[in-house]
Protein backbone atom coordinates (compact mmCIF):
# COMPACT_ATOMS: atom_id res chain seq x y z
CA UNK A 1 0.00 0.00 0.00
CA UNK A 2 2.98 2.40 0.88
CA UNK A 3 4.21 1.72 -2.75
CA UNK A 4 1.15 2.39 -4.35
CA UNK A 5 0.89 5.48 -2.67
CA UNK A 6 4.42 6.96 -3.15
CA UNK A 7 3.80 5.71 -6.75
CA UNK A 8 0.22 7.91 -6.86
CA UNK A 9 2.19 10.95 -5.16
CA UNK A 10 5.06 10.69 -7.75
CA UNK A 11 2.18 10.95 -10.85
CA UNK A 12 0.22 13.61 -9.50
CA UNK A 13 3.82 15.63 -8.64
CA UNK A 14 4.36 15.58 -12.58
CA UNK A 15 1.14 16.82 -13.43
CA UNK A 16 1.41 19.55 -11.11
CA UNK A 17 5.09 20.65 -12.89
CA UNK A 18 2.96 20.44 -16.12
CA UNK A 19 -0.10 22.47 -14.91
CA UNK A 20 2.22 25.41 -13.22
CA UNK A 21 4.06 25.02 -16.56
CA UNK A 22 1.36 25.57 -18.71
CA UNK A 23 -0.37 27.91 -16.89
CA UNK A 24 -0.33 31.97 -18.10
CA UNK A 25 2.71 33.77 -16.94
CA UNK A 26 1.87 37.15 -15.35
CA UNK A 27 4.63 38.94 -17.17
CA UNK A 28 7.87 39.36 -16.53
CA UNK A 29 10.77 36.67 -17.48
CA UNK A 30 7.85 34.68 -18.35
CA UNK A 31 6.43 36.82 -21.71
CA UNK A 32 9.91 36.27 -23.16
CA UNK A 33 9.00 32.56 -23.63
CA UNK A 34 5.94 33.17 -25.72
CA UNK A 35 3.80 33.82 -22.35
CA UNK A 36 2.02 36.61 -24.74
CA UNK A 37 0.66 33.85 -27.19
CA UNK A 38 -2.46 32.87 -25.45
CA UNK A 39 -3.87 36.54 -25.34
CA UNK A 40 -3.47 36.62 -28.87
CA UNK A 41 -5.60 33.54 -29.22
CA UNK A 42 -8.07 35.26 -26.60
CA UNK A 43 -7.76 32.09 -24.34
CA UNK A 44 -8.55 34.44 -21.22
CA UNK A 45 -10.70 31.17 -19.38
CA UNK A 46 -7.67 28.41 -19.47
CA UNK A 47 -6.10 30.26 -16.54
CA UNK A 48 -8.94 29.78 -13.88
CA UNK A 49 -8.66 26.15 -15.09
CA UNK A 50 -5.32 25.62 -14.44
CA UNK A 51 -5.39 27.97 -11.29
CA UNK A 52 -8.08 25.50 -9.87
CA UNK A 53 -6.15 22.58 -10.66
CA UNK A 54 -3.04 23.25 -9.33
CA UNK A 55 -4.88 23.74 -5.90
CA UNK A 56 -6.36 20.54 -6.36
CA UNK A 57 -3.32 18.45 -7.34
CA UNK A 58 -1.09 20.70 -4.02
CA UNK A 59 -3.83 19.63 -2.06
CA UNK A 60 -4.05 15.79 -2.84
CA UNK A 61 -0.09 15.74 -3.12
CA UNK A 62 -0.25 16.94 1.08
CA UNK A 63 -3.08 14.73 1.71
CA UNK A 64 -1.82 11.34 0.27
CA UNK A 65 1.73 12.13 1.87
CA UNK A 66 0.54 12.74 5.53
CA UNK A 67 -1.76 9.24 4.62
CA UNK A 68 1.13 7.24 3.43
CA UNK A 69 3.04 7.74 6.46
CA UNK A 70 0.42 5.44 8.47
CA UNK A 71 1.76 2.79 6.00
CA UNK A 72 5.68 3.10 6.80
CA UNK A 73 6.51 0.41 7.84
CA UNK A 74 10.02 1.40 9.43
CA UNK A 75 13.32 -0.49 9.47
CA UNK A 76 13.71 -3.69 10.63
CA UNK A 77 16.73 -4.50 12.96
CA UNK A 78 17.81 -6.99 10.71
CA UNK A 79 18.20 -4.93 7.38
CA UNK A 80 20.96 -3.38 8.91
CA UNK A 81 23.76 -5.08 10.67
CA UNK A 82 27.28 -2.70 11.55
CA UNK A 83 30.04 -5.03 12.60
CA UNK A 84 30.93 -1.99 15.00
CA UNK A 85 27.79 -2.31 16.72
CA UNK A 86 27.56 -6.05 16.78
CA UNK A 87 30.81 -6.13 18.43
CA UNK A 88 30.00 -3.56 21.16
CA UNK A 89 26.98 -5.65 21.97
CA UNK A 90 29.37 -8.57 22.67
CA UNK A 91 31.64 -7.23 24.69
CA UNK A 92 30.67 -7.08 28.42
CA UNK A 93 30.95 -3.57 30.66
CA UNK A 94 30.05 -4.68 34.18
CA UNK A 95 33.04 -4.66 36.18
CA UNK A 96 34.16 -7.43 38.25
CA UNK A 97 35.66 -7.71 41.15
CA UNK A 98 38.19 -10.13 43.05
CA UNK A 99 37.22 -11.53 46.51
CA UNK A 100 38.74 -8.64 48.17
CA UNK A 101 37.49 -6.03 46.42
CA UNK A 102 33.90 -4.52 46.32
CA UNK A 103 31.79 -1.76 45.90
CA UNK A 104 31.45 -0.50 49.06
CA UNK A 105 34.46 1.89 50.48
CA UNK A 106 36.96 0.25 52.42
CA UNK A 107 36.04 -0.20 56.15
CA UNK A 108 38.49 1.51 58.24
CA UNK A 109 38.67 0.81 61.96
CA UNK A 110 38.70 4.06 64.26
CA UNK A 111 41.19 3.93 66.61
CA UNK A 112 39.37 6.14 69.63
CA UNK A 113 40.78 9.26 70.87
CA UNK A 114 42.48 9.16 74.45
CA UNK A 115 42.30 11.52 76.48
CA UNK A 116 45.16 12.16 79.14
CA UNK A 117 42.89 11.97 82.50
CA UNK A 118 46.03 11.58 84.54
CA UNK A 119 47.08 15.04 84.55
CA UNK A 120 45.97 17.56 87.39
CA UNK A 121 43.92 19.82 85.82
Known sequence: MFTLL??????????????????????????????????????????????????????????????????????QSNQFSSPNIDSAKQQVVAPTFGESESLLPAATEETPVETDTTSGN
Open 6 to 75: ITIILILAVLLILVILGQNSKGGAGAAFGGSASQIMGVTRTGNVLEKATWILAISILALSLASSAFYTGA
